[in-house]
């Protein structure tokens, strides 16, 4: 059996706010193993992008335990998550998330400044990314000389500077035409192919089909996951 990249047990996250706690997720367990290809769907405001800052390390939950990558991140020292967060994660936004006024060869590079590498490493390395998801041709554009789905690319690309093994989109096809969500999906698909490990959120079905598995979220809680169908129905 694949060893599991994510495991979370009996998560819990309520944001402060002035009015006092306000509980997002209630004793949420998951756990996703290395490769698989998971879609969480579930109405506006049920706590997804919550849940996947948490995953993303972007977040820390109020209660309960968090293993990445056999990493227990919400235990450890913020230095350390991010070093495990930044070999192992690459995050693709609903917005793209890129840089107005720096090349789309600048954009992709940018997570390998914090790397260290030096910029002849670092422009080929985003150079062969950019080709990867077919935008050899403008890498020295900007961000607004390109398309949505084009930016969606670049913001892909740059996700995966750092050979993550897993991606986390939340809503990734969210600003895109049907035909450009599709051709995003194409490149999910063959990065999952490759191995890599892909949890992203979708309003959509036709989405959310592209994973081999999907999970529902309804106010905080897991109500479904495709993968325990076999043994329990419905879960939750
Ligand atoms: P989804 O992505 O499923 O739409 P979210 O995780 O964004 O849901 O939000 C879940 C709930 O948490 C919503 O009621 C939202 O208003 C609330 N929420 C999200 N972020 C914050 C925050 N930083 N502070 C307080 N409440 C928040
Ligand atoms: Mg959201």
Redesign the pocket.
């Known amino acids: 059996m694949q060893p599991h990249v994510i495991e979370v047990s009996h998560l819990y996250k309520a944001?402060?706010?002035p009015a006092g706690p306000?509980p997002?997720?209630a004793d949420v367990n998951l756990q996703v193993a290395q490769g698989d290809y998971v879609a969480i769907m579930?109405?506006?405001?049920?706590?997804?992008?919550?849940?996947?800052?948490i995953l993303g390390c972007l977040?820390m939950p109020s209660a309960g335990s968090y293993v990445l990558d056999g990493y227990a991140v919400a235990t450890m020292a913020a230095d350390e998550v991010a070093r495990v967060r930044n070999k192992t994660i690459g995050f693709v936004f609903q917005g793209f998330n890129l840089l107005a006024r720096s090349s789309l060869l600048d954009n992709v590079a940018l997570p390998l400044v914090y790397a260290g590498l030096g910029k002849e490493e670092r422009h080929a390395r985003a150079s062969e990314l950019l080709k990867k998801v077919g935008l050899s041709k403008h890498m020295q554009s900007r961000p607004n000389q390109i398309s949505g789905g084009q930016q969606q690319r670049v913001a892909i690309a740059r996700a995966l500077v750092n050979q993550p093994r897993l991606i986390l989109a939340?809503?990734p096809t969210g600003n895109l035409d049907s035909t450009t969500s599709e051709e995003i999906m194409a490149i999910f698909d063959g990065l999952n192919q490759e191995g890599i490990t892909i949890v992203l959120?979708t309003h959509e079905t036709d989405i959310a089909e592209h994973a081999r598995r999907q999970i529902r979220?309804l106010d905080?809680k897991v109500v479904e996951d495709t993968s325990h169908q076999a043994q329990s129905g419905r879960v939750g």
Request: charged share 15%; aromatic share 16%; proline share 4%.
């Open positions: 944001y402060q706010t306000f997002v997720l579930g109405p506006s405001g049920s706590g997804k992008s919550t849940f996947m800052n977040d939340d809503e959120v979220f905080g």
